[in-house]
């Protein structure tokens, strides 16, 4: 089998295998899959952000929880699933883009800060406005019902959260190939040179976290009718933690980094229950030797041994134009 058949084979497999898990698991296990595809959605959109425009944000829980609360308040109102779907990313979408105005001014940690102050400022929000979101009591939150297709049962509402996956999925890997991505880059590496190539540095800037944002929004609206219910706690600081490690984890800058790193945060405490009351420390660990040993993270490393890999199996006709000089490749891989 040549080799870009491969990846399209364990792709075919993998996504067989999505396809095929509501017959295979128990409730549960279908509950936590979908929460797999929820949180990926929101990494995808903190991907974007963080690892390809380059801009620091601690505000993607609340965002998340923007998007919740958006359906939560409109389906009771009459509103259907897919107009309430798109009116939270729209609303995220706004809020992001006023909310990157600071880092056309602050970089790094100080963008850090003020992302995170919104963040704090969200969960008060939800927290001490009663009348509007529940305040501690939250709110209930039902399935949906789409053009008389109901998906208030777990493996209905799996395949809705896995069709919104892919579909979100195949628009963010056209953007990154588009110009738009190139400039995302571009920002991240050097918003100087940036600049000085045309690039218009505040524009991206903006949609960077506004897309970003967005994406966060449409996260929370699938999360509340998941869990039916929300209440603040739901979407504090932690949240926006949990996602920047699965960003991070999986591999910032990578398409694929946001999938893996919430399989990561997701499955893996699961799987670490037989240690009883040891597993988040377990789980702790592991996460910290992975980014001691690998700070590009799983898709990174993989990608290093993938290439690895290829250099060991090329065939010795490309390794020059002739066996009296060493080739290019053999200087570089010689210590």
Known sequence: MTRPGLPVLAGIVLLGGLVAAPFLLKPYGIYILTLWAVMSIAALGLNLTLGYAGQVSLAQAAFVGIGAYTVALLLPMGWPFPLAFLAAGLLCFGVGWLLGYPALRVQHHYLAFVTL??????????????????????????????????????????????GTLAVLSIAVWWMIRSPWGRAFTALRENPLRALSLGVDTRRYTLLAFAI????????????????????????????????????IVGGAGYFLGPFVGALVSVLLPEWLRFTAGYYLMAYAVIVMLLLAFSPTGIVGLADRWLQAWRAKAAPDSEAGPSPAAPSPTAMETTP
């Open 117 to 162: 102050a919104f963040s704090t400022l969200a969960f008060l929000v939800m927290r001490n406005e009663q009348w509007l979101t529940g305040g501690i009591y939250g709110l209930q939150v039902q399935r949906p019902v789409i053009l008389g297709w109901s998906a208030r049962r777990a493996p209905e509402f799996y395949y809705l959260t896995l």
């Open 212 to 247: 970003g944002s967005g994406l966060g929004g449409l996260s929370g609206a699938l999360y509340a009718p998941l869990v039916q219910f929300i209440e603040p706690n739901a979407f504090a600081l932690g949240l926006s933690l949990s996602i920047l490690l699965m960003v």
